[in-house]
């Protein structure tokens, strides 16, 4: 996790009836893609490769951590990040952005090889969520801009 440096927006209001709240499964169809409740990643065969190995190796340095002690959001002093170098653009969907209303009703919101599923409700509140955050952006960085004008023009008559 990053060191937020502010937060656009924050709403704890949203619906608790998630669509896919206990799914965590793999499916091997059009292509490879894990859901993790109403998130799902999609993979190639070589990006499936490399990310099988990213996990197996997480989970040898995971299990070593915890025989060290290691305890889950206490122990913020271990930054441990394991990688493997993968191309620049995901193999599906490298400049999509998409948004689909499907037959049951449920709206899927397509991010690169990122797929977001949610009701209407849960998606109503997304977007407004998402306008509100480009205002909070904008007049942030407004307000950043002011700063250094304002310091430049006192700096000038000292």
Same mark, same amino acid.
């Given at each position: ?36 409740? #109403? &998130? /799902?990643?999609?993979?190639? !065969?070589?990006?499936? %490769? ?9 989970? +040898? *340095? ?14 913020? #002093? &271990? /930054?441990?990040?394991?990688? !493997?170098?993968?191309? %620049? ?9 998409? +948004? *689909? ?58």
């Amino acid at each position: 996790m990053g060191i937020i440096d502010k937060k656009l927006f924050v709403n704890n209001n949203s619906s608790s009836q998630r669509l896919c709240s206990t799914r965590l499964c793999i499916d091997i169809c059009e292509n490879i893609h894990i859901h993790h409740r #109403d &998130l /799902r990643v999609e993979f190639s !065969i070589p990006e499936w %490769n490399n990310f099988a190995e990213l996990i197996k190796l997480s989970d +040898i *340095e995971l299990k070593h951590q915890i025989s060290n002690g290691y305890v889950e959001n206490e122990s913020h #002093d &271990l /930054r441990k990040q394991l990688k !493997i170098d993968i191309q %620049n653009k995901p193999d599906y969907f490298p400049d999509r952005i998409q +948004i *689909e209303l499907q037959e049951n009703g449920t709206i899927n919101l397509h991010y690169f090889d990122i797929r977001l599923e949610f009701n209407e409700k849960d998606f109503i509140n997304f977007c407004k969520s998402i306008k509100k955050s480009r205002r909070v952006l904008f007049f942030t960085k407004i307000k950043k801009i002011m700063q250094i004008i304002i310091r430049s023009i006192f700096a000038r008559r000292i």
